[in-house]
């Protein structure tokens, strides 16, 4: 079991790394580890501890979950989704799936509220201005 979720998270952070086109020393110092140790990671030799996962997991703007869990594809989908985004929009989507289906229902109803409220605004500032 240890064997294999230490692969999976191997290719995952392979495959992340090399869509962000970068070598392995250049994410190691961005992430201030030793480029060996993470050459490890990505060889399937160690497990990086709960710190560096975290750090990894901002840097490519990914769910722990999604890293240690996930298939390739679905560690892609989730880093190129959070590449269009501001940091805003990042940590509101973060937020977003953190919430019961129940609460992402009530997230949706106000923002719809305040979308309603700022076009009424704009259209209140077209009109005084125009």
Request: aromatic content about 10%; glycine content about 4%.
């Amino acid at each position: 079991m240890r064997i294999e979720l230490q692969q999976r998270v191997a290719h995952n952070l392979t495959l992340l790394r090399k869509n962000a086109k970068l070598s392995q020393s250049a994410l190691s110092s961005k992430i201030s580890i030793g480029r060996s140790t993470y050459s490890q990671y990505e060889q399937g030799d160690r497990l990086p501890d709960v710190d560096t996962l975290y750090a990894l997991c901002s840097f490519y703007h990914v769910n722990m979950d999604t890293l240690v869990n996930s298939d390739a594809q679905t560690v892609l989908q989730e880093y190129f989704l959070y590449q269009e985004y501001t940091r805003e929009e990042t940590k509101l989507l973060a937020l977003y799936t953190s919430l019961s289906d129940f609460s992402k229902g009530r997230l949706i109803e106000h923002a719809e509220i305040l979308a309603q409220f700022d076009r009424q605004k704009r259209q209140e500032s077209l009109h005084m201005n125009g």
